[in-house]
């Protein structure tokens, strides 16, 4: 190929790529309008947070304010880093409602909301407390039902919640939390002592994904 042709190839090239970045905010604006922004499960900011309270499967983690960092409470000596509970604290803040399923006269058992659920007890600066409870994943396991406590409203909220929290829980001590239970999210054990290896109610899997 000669030279002339390579420079002109060149020059189209350039002034196709002008083109396109020329009328591409215009195609964007043509098509549907963006999606309005999503409701936040919880009104509240982190800074207004005092205290997390997660119970599950009979287990307890308490997370407290402490100046400008935080601590865990319960389980004493528990090491989990402080950068781990400040995410968890921003994922439960930051929870948005992806759908409002409803319950459609289903029972809590349906969506995980019954005894099995992680419920994440929310003590703010004034007082008030919040409850959200944490259930199974949806069908296609993106997301995870979830409702506050004294409504009967079924949402789809992401899985950063639920992720930080096993992260959470496997960073505790064992074998008592999380592993050697029966019904451990992270560990558990068969009905025999013998280590199962799975996970007690099917949340954790490919936790990463959130």
């Given at each position: 190929?000669?030279?002339?042709?390579?420079?002109?190839?060149?020059?189209?090239?350039?002034?196709?790529?002008?083109?396109?970045?020329?009328?591409?905010?215009?195609?964007?604006?043509?098509?549907?309008?963006?999606?309005?922004?999503?409701?936040?499960?919880?009104?509240?900011?982190?800074?207004?947070?005092?205290?997390?309270?997660?119970?599950?499967?009979?287990?307890?983690?308490?997370?407290?304010?402490?100046?400008?960092?935080?601590?865990?409470?319960?389980?004493?000596?528990?090491?989990?880093?402080?950068?781990?509970?400040?995410?968890?604290?921003?994922?439960?803040?930051?929870?948005?409602?992806?759908?409002?399923?409803?319950n459609g006269g289903r029972e809590p058992a349906?969506?995980?909301?019954?005894?099995?659920?992680?419920?994440?007890?929310?003590?703010?600066?004034?007082?008030?407390?919040?409850?959200?409870?944490?259930?199974?994943?949806?069908?296609?396991?993106?997301?995870?039902?979830?409702?506050?406590?004294?409504?009967?409203?079924?949402?789809?909220?992401?899985?950063?919640?639920?992720?930080?929290?096993?992260?959470?829980?496997?960073?505790?001590?064992?074998?008592?939390?999380?592993?050697?239970?029966?019904?451990?999210?992270?560990?558990?054990?068969?009905?025999?002592?013998?280590?199962?290896?799975?996970?007690?109610?099917?949340?954790?899997?490919?936790?990463?994904?959130?």
């Open positions: 190929m000669r030279w002339q042709q390579v420079a002109f190839l060149y020059v189209v090239a350039v002034l196709l790529g002008v083109e396109y970045l020329r009328i591409s905010p215009t195609r964007a604006t043509d098509g549907a309008p963006d999606r309005p922004p999503r409701s936040r499960v919880l009104a509240v900011t982190a800074d207004a947070i005092q205290e997390l309270r997660l119970e599950r499967s009979g287990r307890e983690v308490v997370l407290r304010r402490d100046g400008g960092s935080w601590i865990v409470t319960t389980p004493p000596n528990a090491g989990v880093p402080v950068d781990l509970i400040r995410a968890f604290v921003a994922a439960v803040v930051e929870a948005e409602e992806i759908d409002r399923v409803g349906t969506f995980g909301l019954d005894e099995r659920a992680t419920r994440i007890t929310i003590g703010l600066e004034d007082g008030r407390k919040d409850v959200l409870l944490l259930g199974a994943l949806n069908p296609t396991g993106t997301a995870v039902y979830a409702r506050r406590a004294g409504s009967p409203d079924v949402l789809l909220v992401g899985r950063a919640v639920l992720y930080y929290e096993d992260l959470i829980l496997h960073a505790l001590p064992t074998p008592s939390v999380p592993a050697d239970t029966e019904l451990g999210p992270v560990g558990s054990r068969a009905v025999d002592g013998g280590a199962t290896g799975g996970v007690g109610d099917g949340r954790s899997d490919n936790i990463g994904s959130a």
